[in-house]
Nanobody, 115 residues
Framework: QVQVVESGGGSVQAGGSLRLSCAAY????????MGWYRRAPGMQRELVAI???????NYGDSVKGRFTISRDNTKNAVYLQMNSLKPEDTAVYFC?????????WGQGTQVTVSP
């Protein structure tokens, strides 16, 4: 069984920064990729950033140049450094771990950016 746990959400003013953390626990034998998605109120879930086990990265267009994803394979963890935050970044952020080609999702962490 795998558990994915996020932390680091919160409230910040526009222009500020936050760092999200996520770790996978349990029967974690082979992580194919880990990433972050978000869902704003009334919107569909969208990709924020994802990083593969080969360290290839992909970012959503709206966060390119502002957010940086990184991972620590020794901790089965992934991080999202969010800079120059905007009110439109307000959403619930979800961590996704693809382990042996199966999806595992965290419960989500709220990020709120005020004007």
């Amino acid at each position: 069984q795998v558990q994915v746990v996020e932390s680091g959400g919160g409230s910040v003013q526009a222009g500020g920064s936050l760092r999200l953390s996520c770790a996978a626990y349990g029967s974690v034998f082979s992580i194919n990729a880990m990433g972050w998605y978000r869902r704003a109120p009334g919107m569909q879930r969208e990709l924020v950033a994802i990083i593969t086990n080969g360290n290839s990265t992909n970012y959503g267009d709206s966060v390119k140049g502002r957010f940086t994803i990184s991972r620590d394979n020794t901790k089965n963890a992934v991080y999202l450094q969010m800079n120059s935050l905007k009110p439109e970044d307000t959403a619930v952020y979800f961590c996704r771990a693809i382990i042996q080609f199966k999806d595992h999702w965290g419960q989500g962490t709220q990020v709120t950016v005020s004007p």
